[in-house]
């Protein structure tokens, strides 16, 4: 796991983000290379922990391309990586790691 996803995973531990999990989509035909899961314990947590990132990754020259708030599922965009912070009832409901495991290779 490279640098990056591991400041981000260690914001969202020592923050009480619940069933972290990264996915490697390097090799598959997807718009990101990673995408990082995260589950919220709360409204508030999820905007708080919004605020955790952008607070901990701007200094070291992370860039937020674009964000899309919302109280159960928050969607940031850092170019090559996505982070979902999502209420647990969002990441069993829309269930992205099952929808990213069917994603297929890139072609050459």
């Known amino acids: 796991m490279n640098t990056r996803l591991e400041n981000i995973k260690k914001i969202l531990d020592e923050k009480k983000a619940e069933n972290i999990e990264i996915i490697d989509l390097t090799s598959k035909d997807y718009i990101v290379d990673y995408v990082v899961i995260a589950t919220t ?26 964000v899309d708030e919302d109280d159960d599922w928050t969607i940031i965009d850092l170019g090559d990586v ?21 994603i297929g290779t890139k072609e050459a």
């Open 82 to 102: 996505f982070i979902h912070l999502m209420s647990e009832k969002y990441r069993i409901k829309y269930s992205l790691e099952d929808f990213l495991s069917t």
């Open 41 to 66: 314990l709360n409204p508030k947590h999820g905007f708080a922990l919004l605020n955790y990132l952008k607070t901990d990754l701007k200094p070291l020259g992370e860039e937020f391309l674009r």
